[in-house]
């Protein structure tokens, strides 16, 4: 049971390229996320899956796109590359129900971006 | 609407000694409250979270948190540290709002480190 994982770890771009961040998650969860972590920001949301099928825009969209592919993976795509974009980017599932609020994330390892 | 503070940002303590990170948070609906810890160069794990029931939580490694709903709180709590707690820590808040919606956001987190 490998939980979240996270392709690639590390990733260096030149501003206006494009690249795909990879997750998927084995532990049959309904809910996907994409975070960015940035210093002295905490994690904000890029965009959420509530449910295979089903995307949303978080906090912080703009920029990026993003595809579930099925229930199991969520892919965040960078159409060209900013150096605001420099940040470290986190996916996560979580389990969803009638009580969802109650459940936890379950969090990949992060994929570190560079954008020169 | 909902947020989370967590007002200090990094938190320096002497190994043994005991702390308190401290988590406010604000609402318009009833929440669920979580702590989740992350190690250098890592993703985020759930330390522990409150639901209902008991004020007091215990969570994995000797950490406690306590709701104080007057005082919209989730202080976290360790009564002696080790080297091995220095990481940061994050606060967050879940809700569910009508027609389903769940939401979930986190603080800016909480550096600790543990001086030897």
């Known amino acids: 049971n490998a939980g979240v994982t996270q392709t690639p770890k590390f990733q260096v771009l030149k501003t206006g390229q494009s690249m795909t961040l990879q997750c998927a998650q084995d532990m ?4 996907m996320y994409w975070y960015r972590q940035d210093p002295g920001m905490g994690l ?9 099928g089903t995307t949303d825009k978080g906090e912080v969209p703009n920029g990026y796109n993003v595809s579930r592919l099925n229930k199991r993976e ?3 795509r960078l159409e060209s590359a900013a150096p605001s974009q420099t940040s470290v ?9 009638p009580a969802g609020g109650q459940e936890t994330q379950y969090f990949g390892p992060g994929t570190r971006l560079l954008v020169l | 609407a909902q947020s989370v503070t967590q007002l200090d940002s990094q938190v320096p303590v002497f190994e043994e000694a005991p702390v308190e990170l401290r988590c406010n948070y604000s609402s ?4 669920y409250l979580f702590w989740y810890v992350q190690y250098p160069n890592q993703g985020l794990q759930l330390l522990l979270k409150y639901l209902s029931g008991s004020t007091l939580v215990k969570g994995i490694n ?7 709903k007057s005082q919209t709180s989730f202080h976290l709590r360790k009564p002696s540290v080790h ?9 967050a808040v879940s809700a569910t709002y009508s027609g389903g919606y769940q939401k979930v956001t986190f603080g ?9």
């Open chain 2, 108 to 116: 800016t987190g909480t550096k600790l480190q543990v001086i030897p």
């Open chain 2, 83 to 91: 080297i091995s707690d220095t990481a940061e820590y994050f606060c």
């Open chain 2, 62 to 68: 000797g950490f406690e948190a306590e709701f104080n």
């Open chain 1, 28 to 31: 049959n969860h309904n809910s």
């Open chain 1, 74 to 76: 969520f892919s965040l």
């Open chain 2, 28 to 31: 318009s609906v009833s929440v």
């Open chain 1, 44 to 52: 904000r949301l890029i965009y959420y899956s509530a449910s295979e």
């Open chain 1, 89 to 97: 980017y986190f996916c996560a599932s979580r389990r969803m129900g």
